[in-house]
């Protein structure tokens, strides 16, 4: 599970930092640095939800599109790695 957890991390920032790469932001993107005050604006969400979507083969549910998962790379983590676990379940 730990690997898992590094891989979804590791292309959870990824995505974040190509964002903010386009917006000529250079930061080192930790996982609990709150992704607003890092520079990414509602635009960037939702291109960063889309990302994720088209990263990890998956929807997010209407109900999960809440501020509160799009806080940090850790909670797009822990978003990631329930829907992935849930498709794995079902």
Do not use: H
């Amino acid at each position: 599970m730990q690997k898992l957890d590094a891989d979804i991390r590791n292309r959870v920032v990824a995505l974040v930092t190509s964002i903010l790469e386009q917006n000529s932001i250079t930061l080192k993107v930790t996982p609990d640095a709150r992704l607003v005050d890092i520079g990414l604006t509602s635009m960037d969400m939702v291109n960063l939800m889309l990302g994720i979507e088209a990263e990890f083969d998956f929807m997010i549910p209407q109900d999960l599109i809440t501020p509160e998962n799009f806080q940090s790379v850790e909670t797009l983590e822990r978003l990631v790695a329930g829907e992935l676990a849930a498709a794995r379940a079902a």
